[in-house]
Nanobody, 124 residues
């Protein structure tokens, strides 16, 4: 069983930056595809970014391309989401997730393990 714990959320002004971290324990972290999702009030959970086990392949939702960067450190069992040029529409609870399948996916139901989420609020 994999446990995921996110950190790094907070309140930031538009145009600012935040770095989210997700620490994994209890499983073979380097074997998992890792993803970041977000959910705003009243909206469905949305794919943000994913990264394959080696870190060489990444995907992003169009709305964050060029502003967000996903990365991972397998030695530290941690995945990161560097967020820059933040906008009020980025406000949401951000979740990290782990997928045992070798192929990256944008679908939440493809992921096997989830963290509890961290709030990101961007003020205008």
């Amino acid at each position: 069983q994999v446990q995921l714990v996110e950190s790094g959320g907070g309140l930031v002004q538009a145009g600012g930056s935040l770095r989210l971290s997700c620490a994994a324990s209890g499983g073979a972290f380097s074997n998992y595809v890792m993803g970041w999702f977000r959910q705003a009030p009243g909206k469905e959970r949305e794919f943000v970014a994913s990264i394959n086990w080696r870190g060489g392949t990444t995907y992003y939702v169009d709305s964050v391309k060029g502003r967000f960067t996903i990365s991972r450190d397998n030695a530290k069992n941690t995945v990161y989401l560097q967020m820059s040029s933040l906008k009020p529409e980025d406000t949401a609870v951000y979740f990290c997730a782990a997928d045992r399948a070798p192929i990256t996916s944008r679908r939440p139901d493809a992921y096997d393990y989830w963290g509890q989420g961290t709030q990101v609020t961007v003020s205008s």
